[in-house]
């Protein structure tokens, strides 16, 4: 662990030490001041008279005198005090500090030549967030030319493709938008619900999309009274959906279902107004 730490403190460390060595020399001051007569203090030192003959009047300190905001770091689950450290790291990045940590004891070499293998809740949870951190970006941005690929392949058309194209990048960009205006945090449970927008927020723009051209670009306030229901109807069956995940008991089923509605509404929303907004400035 050398290098992840700049202190660490024991239970210890907040007692006075070497009392037992000083007790022999602070036995015979307890005696000595209770001889001295406080008419023959000073007024101006009576306090740090009385101050001293309360101090060495104090029994030694023990665990039952410490607070709660200070013992409550040393206390094991079955309620043992005393055999927990308090560490401060050098770098106050908690995840960088959690893979360093967590690499440093997977894998402890002994001086007698034995290796331990270590693991538990913080080597696992390190796994699965470093996994997270890989394989999200991966999954994401395989995802997202997938979905660019297939409009490509269905619409034949650079017109319809930059409009859905578009209207799909930014219902996302407004996505992340509200998720962080609503502090909600990507997570390996959640991330999932940026695959899935994808597929399903460009179904909604292709259809109002298809609907235009049909129709003709002389009629786009008429093809978007067609299809522009249809759309938000199809939205709202997902919508409520994944708001039924939100007062989920489990916090990641819940920001899941969050975030997956927000790029829902992000998306139908961008979709209603942005594909018949370019096909207007094409027409004008």
Known sequence: L??????????????????????????P??????AVDESDVAPADRTDFEDLRRALAQPPPTDADLPPTLSSYFVERDGTLGNLAFVGPRNEHIEDNLYKFTDAIRTIHLANGKTIHSSGE??????VLRAMRRDA?????????LVMLVLAIVTRNAGSFLRVGSALVAGVLVMFGVAVLLHQKLNFFNFVALPTTFGIGIDYAINIEERIRQRGRRYIAEALAESGPAVVLASLT???GYASLIPAGSQALSSFGMLAMIGEVTCVLVAIILVPALWALRRR
């Open 2 to 27: 050398k290098g992840l730490m700049w202190q660490c403190h024991s239970i210890a460390d907040f007692y006075p030490r070497d009392m037992a060595r000083h007790a022999p020399l602070i036995a």
């Open 29 to 34: 001051l307890r005696p000595a001041l209770d």
């Open 122 to 127: 913080l080597v696992v949870f390190a796994d």
């Open 137 to 145: 970006l991966i999954l994401t941005t395989a995802a997202a030319l």
């Open 238 to 240: 997902s919508i409520l």
